[in-house]
């Protein structure tokens, strides 16, 4: 068996004889001077990375590649992983990314940077062979000696012991943060025998399960479900932070920090700067606060230089003979000067604004002292390799002799397979050995077989690099390369097609999204709707003793401070209060007929909108339309060329469209999804299946911005095929638009993209087959009509950006046609948000930090007054940035100027108004600036934010205020809402919430949303599928007549089982609402697995949970106490007979003969009445009262059972 084809790549590259050469000059002896340094020129791109590999092809080999920016190392990262494939203790390669940026802008690091940052510290220290990759930033930034490290580190082991409350104290020296849920990196948790932690060098948290002292289990668990994975023996326990505060070490700093601040005080107090002097107070009291009582946290980071004698590179981890590798060492230089000049200028301004000391030194090496440290130093024991596209002279490394070594890049092919065959040829004339990177091989071998290549290999055949070679492969580089020394050419589909597909990751857990039940997010003063009692404020979670038994209840407020007090076991009738955004509701009276009104008119209104809806249903379904053809090979070749991996959610809508329109019946579908989750690309491939079958498309969309970038996207995915696309819009001249309109007439003109033009009575199609209306609610009424009668006789497809609530497309499940796309595409990451004071400087680094990674900026200013005065600003603040203006006021043709060039990436910061606000989407912006954002409202705010961050790097957004003192309290909770809420996918948060009826009250229409706001979107929707269930001959859902059981028992979830109060309603809630006795039997193990064995009062809760589904099918109304007995109170449909309240006396009282053969009644004191069973406890013993309710709902339960038999079953 040949080896891994991985392998063969490195082992062709390494027996190149300069590759040779190079290998043996790095692994001469000990020791080495300035001379003794390696240099290499001419490498470039992937086949850089392919020599870097081969060097370091020895398992046991440690190294650092230093680079010289965040996104190269990203990439030299991508490429190593993929060429030296990991091994049983992890990926060996191992990115050690950059935080300074963030040391004195006012930006926390992202924690998933600092676990990685840690996890590398942690390799290296544990002399682990790495490979790691350093942008020169984080090499520069200063961290934990290693000797702090290691000693700080804790082992927990499966069955050893561990005081619990040492361990705990431990944790909170080592920076973790105590929570009662652990959902994020560096937090534990502590509940009864259960200790839950996140370390950051975990890929999971982690579970620990006393008995006693004894560590009895160590498990993972997924922190979005909070359940148990796999088991572990040990776990290694590190900082959560790069900061460890000892007591000695503290001591000795504290003196030199609060003279420094008392020295900065009296400076900013001489000068007048009152407010400066005030926030430096704030922060000094705070971080005072956090030195003394020990406490890390990311913000002390500064501090570091002064809480150690020796603070450290990440270059002190390495051995004295791991290797160092130092690509491109003259960029490297320049943009380590530039960093250095930044974080100083970022350190200043911080200093001037009293967010920050001033110190004598900040935490990041200079420039000078890291090359005389580390590159000028002979510290190690093998040789410097310089790696250099150019011949470069390197200063502090001047007389060392070059090798040269090219890997030149190959020119795109741009899907043109003709030429690409060609190229093939002759490669394999020359005697090339080839490798072709796809992700469809199978694909590309039926490609290049009917253009008649040979000797192709696939990646399940035994491959051999072999001269004239085709061999497919999956490996995931960068790009292609010519290796000529190695006789070797690599393809990707950056050379075959013209761009790269994104490779699909895992993401972490800790970076994904939560879609919780609203409850879970109930705040104290939360208005909530009480299904039988109205609109009230939620004052909190209460314990009360009636008849000798605790209880726990919610506390509603009403009009007039009445209080009602909802048993936990009926958390079911109460939901969070959604309505529209701005206004708030009007609390019920308990005692007024109000809310008995509001809901007989919202119930009203519901069954009237099912009715309606279903009429449409029906009228569709007897129309008769085009029955398109099923996919033929050009789709598959279509949809083969798209670049990402398509999201479960986006795969079903595209096939929900693609069986719509294979159908004889006119589809009318909404795909509904957030910008940037893959609703064109839907689009895109239902317009070409109609283009297939001959019939043209239109696309109407409600700007003309939106038009330019509609046509873009459908001209670069539909280039290599022979469909004519043009547009309608206020950016074509005159006569482009009458070539336009006849083209249509004519037929030659097969997609027309435009605003509402295309609505117009001139605009006559020769074969109109589809059309497809992005976001739709943003037409006017006479618009609509239109679209309306359109609807008749051609297959509509509707996109909307606006996300509608799961609930109401399941409500409307079956009458109307709608597909959600709610998962993010893979890769994405949550916006990381920002509210800020407007402050120069932080405006100034927001937009450099984009610009040095190569992407654009927004800058959001919704006054058209006084844009150019705030655009000229912006480029005074960042002079090497390329500016440029844009609103809805300016000329069609200037406008379109301005947003081409954008689009082109000739302008980095974009001034604008809200017109970016919908549907723009522009993968390579990824920061977003939104002056005076306290003036805008919730869900516009969302929206603008959403215009970054659609690509898989992360995206920050800057919401700026001024005058902090004439902010609303209202604007306040905005922003903050915004900036807590940044989550993906978090559907269900406040955030989204306010978008959810929006899209709700779009899609019902306006007087809907009346009444969805009368009773909030919950109810309102749980009316809606009661009233189509109805329509459908379906049974509806009873709220009201769900059975209560009120039993004298202890049936709580206590506060020492479960000590937070939102994870406790979160539990009731669920157990409320179970509709199978599985589900029961699933949160009962849940909580077990999360909080440990469950106590007694818990058990009967989870019995009374059993009880309630049993009595729902058993026909029971309500179980509770009346004169000293329970009573099981039926339903009136369940009434017993005559017969049978004979047949039940008889079961619960035997007769002399049956007590004579030892039979006794569970309930001698049980009374049997067509409406209700009765019994009298014989104690106040728990069990037996809850066995005694169990006894007579089995007994209906039996009869109910009975009744549902055939008729003929019950005859015999």
């Not at 006789?487 to 013209?498: D, I, M, N, W």
């Not at 920061?927 to 805008?936: C, E, P, S």
């Amino acid at each position: 068996m040949s080896e891994p084809l991985w392998k063969q790549i490195l082992e062709q590259i390494a027996s190149a004889p300069e590759v040779r050469a190079v290998a043996e000059r790095l692994a001469a002896g000990p020791g080495r001077s300035e001379a003794g340094a390696i240099m290499v020129e001419g490498p470039s791109g992937a086949g850089k990375s392919a020599l870097l590999a081969a060097l370091l092809t020895a398992p046991e080999t440690a190294a650092l590649i230093l680079t010289y920016n965040d996104e190269r190392a990203a990439q030299l990262t991508e490429d190593l992983s993929a060429l030296l494939q990991g091994s049983e203790g992890g990926p060996r390669v191992q990115l050690y990314p950059s935080i300074a940026s963030a040391l004195y802008d006012g930006v926390e690091p992202e924690p998933a940077e600092v676990a990685q940052r840690l996890t590398v510290l942690g390799r290296l220290a544990a002399g682990e062979p790495t490979v790691v990759v350093a942008p020169i930033k984080s090499a520069l930034h200063l961290t934990l000696p290693p000797e702090v490290l290691n000693q700080a580190r804790r082992e927990l082991v499966r069955g050893a012991t561990e005081d619990r409350e040492d361990l705990t104290g431990a944790l909170m020296e080592l920076g973790y943060e105590r929570v009662p849920l652990v959902e994020e990196v560096g937090q534990f948790s502590l509940r009864g025998g259960i200790l839950d932690l996140s370390p950051p060098t975990e890929p999971r948290p982690v579970r620990v399960e006393f008995f006693g002292d004894e560590m009895d289990s160590l498990r993972h668990f997924d922190p979005v479900t909070q359940r148990s994975l796999e088991p572990v023996d040990r776990v290694l326990v590190g900082p959560a932070g790069e900061l460890l505060l000892q007591e000695a070490t503290v001591r000795k700093a504290l003196p030199t920090i609060r003279g420094a601040f008392r020295r900065e005080l009296d400076l900013l107090n001489e000068r007048g700067k009152q407010r400066e002097a005030e926030r430096l107070k704030e922060r000094m009291s705070e971080d005072l606060r956090l030195l003394e009582g020990l406490q890390p946290r990311l913000s002390l980071t500064h501090y570091l230089p002064y809480l150690y004698d020796r603070p450290a590179s990440v270059l002190e981890y390495l051995p004295p003979e791991a290797l160092l590798l130092v690509d491109e060492p003259v960029r490297i230089k320049s943009h380590a000067e530039q960093f250095e000049s930044e974080v100083q200028r970022a350190y200043d301004s911080a200093v001037k604004l009293g967010s920050h000391l001033r110190l004598p030194a900040i935490a990041c090496l200079p420039w000078e002292s890291f090359v005389a440290a580390y590159l000028a130093h002979s510290r190690w024991q093998r040789p410097i390799l310089y790696l250099t596209m150019l011949q470069r002279e390197i200063p502090w490394a001047s007389e060392t002799p070059a090798t040269h070594l090219a890997t030149p890049p190959v020119d795109s092919f741009g899907g043109r397979f003709e030429l690409l065959v060609e190229g093939l040829s002759v490669w394999q004339e020359e005697g090339q050995r080839l490798v072709l990177c796809t992700r469809e091989p199978e694909r590309m071998v039926e490609v290049f077989s009917a253009r008649g290549v040979k000797q192709l290999s696939l990646p399940d055949e035994e491959q051999l690099l072999e001269p004239g070679r085709i061999n497919l492969t999956d490996l995931d580089l960068s790009g292609g390369f010519i290796f000529p020394a190695a006789k070797l050419v690599v393809l990707t589909s950056r050379e075959v097609f013209g761009w790269r597909r994104l490779r699909r990751t895992e993401e972490p857990a800790y970076k994904r999204g939560f879609s919780l039940t609203s409850l879970r997010e109930l705040h104290e003063g939360d208005h909530v709707v009480h299904i039988n009692h109205g609109i009230a404020r939620y004052r909190g979670l209460t314990r009360q003793t009636v008849g000798g038994i605790e209880r726990e209840y919610l506390v509603l407020e009403y009009a007039g401070e009445d209080r009602l007090y909802v048993p936990v076991t009926q958390l079911d009738r109460v939901q969070k209060y959604v309505g529209v955004e701005g206004s708030a509701p009007q609390v019920t009276a308990l005692k007024s007929t109000r809310w008995k009104t509001a809901r007989q008119v919202a119930r009203k209104s519901a069954q009237l909108l099912a009715r309606e809806l279903m009429k449409l249903y029906a009228a569709r379904e007897r129309a008769e339309g085009h029955a398109f053809s099923a996919d033929g090979p050009w789709m598959t070749e279509l949809e083969n060329s798209f670049r990402y991996d398509e999201t479960p959610d986006q795969l079903r809508a595209i096939a929900e469209v693609k069986t719509d329109l294979e159908t004889p019946r006119p589809m009318d579908r909404l795909v509904c999804g957030d910008v940037g989750y893959g609703k064109t690309e839907v689009a895109v491939r239902a317009a070409f299946k109609a283009v297939l079958d001959n019939r043209q498309v239109a696309v109407l969309v409600p700007t003309t911005v939106l038009a330019q970038q509609h046509l873009n996207t459908f001209r670069q995915r539909l280039s290599r095929y022979p469909v004519e696309i043009a547009m309608l819009s206020r950016f074509r001249t005159p006569e482009q638009q009458r070539q336009a309109l006849a083209s249509l007439k004519q037929g030659t003109l097969d997609i027309v993209i435009g605003t509402h033009r295309l609505l117009s009575a001139d605009v006559q199609f020769k074969d109109l087959g589809l059309v497809i209306i992005d976001e739709e609610q943003r037409f006017g009424v006479r618009q609509k009509e239109k679209l309306k009668k359109l609807r008749e006789s051609v297959d509509v497809l509707a996109l909307s950006a606006t996300p509608i609530p799961r609930t109401l497309n399941m409500a409307l499940s079956g009458i109307r046609q709608v597909s959600l796309i709610n998962d993010p595409p893979q890769g994405r990451l949550p916006i990381r948000t920002f509210v800020r004071e407007r402050d120069d400087e932080l405006i100034r680094q927001a937009v450099l930090r984009e610009l040095e990674r190569g992407g654009q900026v927004y800058f959001v200013h919704n006054r058209v007054q006084s844009i150019r005065h705030v655009a000229a600003h912006v480029q005074n603040l960042v002079p090497e940035a390329r500016v440029a203006v844009a609103h809805g006021q300016m000329e069609e043709e200037d406008l379109e100027q301005v947003m081409l060039a954008f689009y082109g990436e000739q302008v980095d910061v974009l001034v604008c108004t809200t017109i970016i606000e919908n549907g723009l989407d522009v993968p390579n912006v990824n920061t977003i600036l939104v002056d005076d954002a306290h003036k805008l409202g919730l869900a516009q705010l969302y929206q603008l934010r959403g215009r970054v961050g659609r690509s898989v790097r992360q995206a920050y957004a800057y919401l700026l205020y001024r005058y902090p003192e004439q902010m609303t309290s209202e604007a306040e909770e905005r922003l903050r809402a915004i900036e807590e809420f940044s989550e993906l996918g978090s559907g269900f948060r406040l955030a989204l919430r306010d978008l959810e009826i929006r899209g709700a009250g779009e899609v019902l229409g306006a007087e809907q949303s009346g009444q969805m706001s009368s009773v909030g979107l919950d109810l309102y929707v749980q009316m809606l599928a009661d009233a189509v269930k109805t329509l459908k001959g379906e049974r509806p859902s009873d709220l009201e007549g769900l059975p209560t059981l009120d039993l004298p028992v202890e049936a709580v979830i206590p506060a020492s089982y479960v000590p937070d109060d939102r994870q406790r309603i979160e539990l009731y809630r669920r157990l409320a609402e179970v509709e199978r006795e599985e589900e029961t039997e699933a949160i009962a193990a849940e909580m077990r697995d999360r909080y440990g064995a469950a106590p007694a009062a818990v058990e009967r809760l989870l019995q009374i949970a059993r009880l309630r589904l049993r009595a729902v099918a058993a026909g029971v109304a309500e179980v509770g106490p009346e004169n000293g007995r329970l009573v099981v109170r039926l339903l009136p449909s369940a009434r017993l007979s005559e017969r049978e309240v004979g047949v039940f006396r008889g079961l619960l009282h035997p007769t002399l003969r049956q007590a004579r053969q030892g039979y006794r009644s569970q309930l001698p004191r049980a009374v049997v009445q067509p409406q209700a069973l009765s019994f009298a406890p014989g104690s106040q013993d728990q069990e037996p009262i809850l066995k005694g309710v169990e006894h007579l709902i089995n007994l209906l339960l039996q009869r109910a059972d009975y009744k549902r038999q055939p008729k003929e079953v019950e005859a015999k």
